[in-house]
Nanobody, 117 residues
């Protein structure tokens, strides 16, 4: 059974930084990703990391400010968030894609990120 545990998050000021981490267990993973959901809004793709080629992918809203990194030996993925904006306030979720499957089928519980002045 796949299990994802997120850590990090919290509160930051506008222009500040935060770092999220996620560790996955229970399978062999092809990729891991971060998504977010702000109050009253749909879930939004943030970033993804593919373990086979260390590929990185970003949503338009965070490209150039956020950096995703991963470690296939530890099944971990980190999200470094810089130049934070109030609109980055959301619950951030880690998701994984198991080798041989399509889509991010397993999700963590989420961690709150709040950006304010």
């Amino acid at each position: 059974q796949v299990h994802l545990v997120e850590s990090g998050g919290g509160s930051a000021q506008i222009g500040g930084s935060l770092r999220l981490s996620c560790v996955a267990s229970g399978a062999s993973f092809a990729a891991m990703s971060w998504w977010r959901r702000a109050p009253g809004k749909d879930r939004q793709f943030v970033a993804a990391f593919t373990f086979s080629d260390a590929g990185t992918y970003y949503g338009d809203a965070v490209r150039g400010r956020f950096t995703i990194s991963g470690d296939v030996t530890k099944n971990t993925v980190d999200l470094q968030m810089n130049k934070l904006k109030p609109e980055d306030t959301a619950v951030y979720y880690c998701a994984s894609r198991v080798n041989g499957t399509q889509g991010f089928g397993d999700w963590g519980q989420g961690t709150q990120v709040t950006v304010s002045s």
